[in-house]
């Protein structure tokens, strides 16, 4: 049996960052992660020849200051978005070129829909003190209201709400009626608004880390060193006066505290004795993870380049509703991100691999070109299958969850003490929020040897 200070359960970003700055404060510490590697819902695969794809997480933010510095820590550059010529929407099935973030040329009536709808996400984020959503004005109303419910009543046009239904319940890898408005409203108010959760340049899809999300895990690892133990799922954390027993697949550790950075949907999984306070056993049960895959299709180079295209694109309800150039900072190979998310990923998964393959690249001719049905390889990870990450790669809260369950995101339970993107007020669903969420926890815990 393994004796330290802290044992951390998950080796993501929010449990890494934990581990490293438990650490570097002098603590003994022991990291059990459930898979055979580490990065969670982040994960780099290398191609060769200096590329690779990142099948998670992968986009860094502006104001996403933790990541950031943690990149600077370790020597990580970032690299910017390539953003250079027009997007692309395609409404039946007529593709529209656009510069920004709202696409402007779609009508009068779609497009005053469309900034209409963008106003008042902005104003409502406004109202919503992010440390405590549950107490927003209006709070009981919203968390009784679906963001399909608010779509409804305030989107008219039907390609402007198909649009931003893609868009916005896309963040959540949900459908629209399965989301609470409030925990909506929470998120984007966390990542400072609309315009910046579904924005590309000075927004959440801004930069990249050369080298894909394992340039930063990787090198944390490799300072843990042997603190890490893979192939070890938690099965059960035990509480006493004196400590707590966590014990794993094959491995138990004996530690003073005890800080769990896996999704709200995995915790559910690990048997805690004495058992969790109602609330907290209640928010394991109601904040499920969604459905999401991502494709790369990789082509010899980006030629959607030369076509005056940024590889930006969006098209509702087909089997590649949003695209975006992942292109590593060499520009070479051309890599196409195919992103699928909620109902439509879930209708994908039940299709056969070589028909939904074909599925996604004749959409990716019709935006594209004959050039994108011809990639030179192509992947897919699809997280709905994931064991250890429980679906998508944010939990969200359906409605009634945030105002009844909600204060019990990040209060610890006894020695035990909750990390992960879901519990950062700032930056939630994002890498940057992970990243806080360890290094709050990790606080917590050393501060309690000076309380």
Known sequence: MADVDVCVVGAGFAGLTAALRLVQAGRTVAVLEARDRVGGRTFTDSLGNGSYIDRGGAWV??????????????????????????????LDGKPHRYKGTVPLKL?????????????????????IPVNEPWNAPNAAEHDATTLATWLKGNVYSKPAHDLLETGVAGCYTSAASEVSLLFVLFQMASGGGPRFVLGVENGSQDARPVGGMGAIYRPIADYLGERIHLNQPVRSITQDADGATVRAESTTVRASRVIVAVPIAIASHILFDPQLPVDRAMLHQRMPGGSIMKVAAIYDEPFWRADGLTGLSASPGTAAPVTIDACTASGKPGILCVIVEGPNCRRLGRMTESDRRQAILSD????????????????????????????????????????????????PCGRIHWAGTESSPVMCGWVDGAVRSGERAAHEVIDLAYA
């Open 61 to 90: 933010g502006p104001t996403q200051d933790r990541i950031h510095a943690l990149m600077d820590e370790f020597g990580v550059p970032s690299y910017k978005q390539f953003n250079e010529g027009a997007n692309l929407v395609v």
């Open 107 to 127: 009508g009068p009536w779609v497009t005053a829909n469309m900034g209409i709808a963008f106003l008042n996400l902005e104003r409502l984020c406004r109202s």
């Open 364 to 411: 990716l001719a019709i935006r594209f070109g004959p050039k994108a049905a011809n990639p030179v390889d192509y992947h897919e990870q699809d997280w709905t299958l994931e064991r250890y990450s429980g679906g998508g790669m944010l939990s969200h809260a359906p409605t009634g969850v945030l105002t009844e369950f909600g204060p019990a995101l990040r209060a």
